[in-house]
């Protein structure tokens, strides 16, 4: 009779095509994520190692990476709803930079938060001055002509 490790197409400890170890997981499957555990589709655990390497503190407890993955995700959430409202009024259906820099230019409390922030290829607001624009009624033609 054959054991498993002879009947599997890898060897034993190595990895299969998709570069997965044999006899290892081979995608997320029912996961019980800290991520999963919040509600979030942000990475808690990816936050909370972040949070260590980082050193912003010494210590750092189990609620602050759920919080800012929390706080990230409905950042992102708010500001790609905007950009995706922004790219169909102009009837695209990708969102690009300036999209974003519409969006968040557009959006007083986001312009605030990210006032220093510069988008690459982003562009700038269209603002044109009153004064350089033509006024109504009055126009060269109809000037002070004496005959």
């Known amino acids: 009779f054959f ?3 002879e009947m ?6 190595g990895k299969d095509k998709k570069g997965a170890k044999a006899g290892g ?36 407890g189990k ?9 990230l ?7 790609l709803e905007l950009a995706g409202n922004a790219a169909r009024d102009n009837k695209k259906k990708r969102i690009t930079p300036r999209f974003l820099t519409l969006a968040i230019r557009n959006d007083e409390e986001l312009n605030k938060l990210l006032a220093g922030v510069t988008i690459a290829s982003g562009g700038v607001l269209p603002n044109i001055q009153q004064v ?12 002070s002509q004496e005959v």
Do not use: D, I, W
Not at 26 to 51: D, E, I, Y
Not at 63 to 71: E, F, N, T
Not at 137 to 142: A, N, T, V
């Open 63 to 71: 609620g602050a990476p759920v919080y800012l993955a929390a706080v």
């Open 25 to 60: 997981k081979k995608g997320k499957t029912g996961g019980s994520g800290k991520s999963k555990k919040a509600g979030l589709t942000f990475p808690v655990g990816r936050t909370q190692s972040l949070l260590k390497s980082g050193r912003y503190a010494s210590r750092v």
């Open 3 to 5: 054991s498993l490790h």
């Open 73 to 79: 995700e409905y950042l992102c959430a708010e500001m």
């Open 132 to 143: 350089l624009l033509k006024k109504k009624g009055k126009g060269y033609s109809q000037g």
């Open 8 to 13: 599997s197409s890898t060897p034993k400890g």
